[in-house]
């Protein structure tokens, strides 16, 4: 099932500002969320899907790359779990990264009708805090085949995983873990200031827990209590087809592990692209040199041309001259997130042979003085780039 586009799921335009955003979203995200509407699965896939496109959005890389290549350029394809931008994020991701948008530091809008949220009930998108993974870069070098028709690989990773012991908890066991004294176990603490204007209330993170809520009192062996250890990871990747040189993709929660348990970095897939023997990519395009002798160009024949999907016979008319341009219709790059495909721009060259027999070139004098053989160039001759210019305009 094909995804909605970001912009609609918000109701906003590709002009509004971060504030537009955030502030459609937050309306959202209350009219679907959780506390509002209980056992209600449509509503929690509009509060996740909304969540997601304001992951994108409120992003201005991932925002970049969403408007130049649509879904695919953050991850439209997901692939070995995880997917890709915001399609592996569940509730607590949700309330851990984005429980600032509802006000106030509780993970829902509507503590305030019951005293203000806080204690140690409270969901982890409220006054705890979770830790993120940093992300990862990789980069994955495609040949023009892979880049035309998209390819699955699968790449081993050097990277944080989450410790195998303590399950990422960095405890050595459950009973290691006890609620913070310092905050009791909200991840937060209140501090009141007397000042000219009255008692003054501030909110801080827990300097103990450091947002948690919880504290280690006896830490695991193996990963001396950071709930991460260094591994390696085979993750598949499902590239679409149209990708290009210097294209990112993301995939949401494959980067490194984060510290007791907390939400992972992102993957962040760099495209390099292989050149090709023997064709050149011009945008959607590829472009082949073939190189005729003048007895074929003058003759005519039936020639042979590499292409992505293989070889392709053509054929050169007599009489073709230097320069002309000929087309393979849907030989090119397909272009992303589109059923359109480029085309095979055939670049002919006359070629002229360096060295002669006595015989040929005794033939070739007899030739020079024929008509046919004088050059007649036309008045609107046109050189190759402006012939390529007007082609791809």
Known sequence: MSKRDYYDVLGVSKGSSAEEIKKAYRKLAIKFHPDKNPDDKSAEDKFKEAAEAYEILSNPEKKQRYDHYGHAGVGGASGGGGGYGGGGMNMEDIFSQFGDIFGGGGGSPFDSFFGGGGGGQQSRGGGRRVAKGTNLRIKVKLTLEEIANGVEKKIKVNKQVSCKTCDGSGAKDRNSVSTCQTCGGSGAVRRVTNTILGQ????????????????????????????????????????????????????????????????????????????????KREGN????????????????????????????????EPGTQSGKLLRLKGKGIPEINSYHRGDEIIHVNIWTPKALTSEERSMLEKLRESPNFKPQPGKNDKSFFEKMKEYFD
């Open 285 to 316: 395009n590829v472009v082949y040199d073939l190189h005729v002798s003048i007895i074929d160009a003058a003759l005519g024949y039936s020639a042979e041309v590499p292409t992505i999907d293989g070889k392709a016979k053509i054929k050169i």
């Open 200 to 279: 003054m209330q501030t909110t801080s993170t827990c300097p103990t827990c450091n947002g948690s809520g919880s504290q280690i009192t006896s830490k695991c062996t193996s990963c001396h209590g950071e709930g991460i250890t260094r591994g390696e990871e085979t993750i598949t990747i499902n590239i679409p087809a149209g990708v290009s040189d210097g294209m990112q993709l993301s995939m949401s929660g494959k980067g490194n592990a984060a510290p007791q348990g907390g939400i992972p970095g992102d993957l962040i897939i760099l495209i390099e692209e292989i050149p090709h023997e023997s064709l």
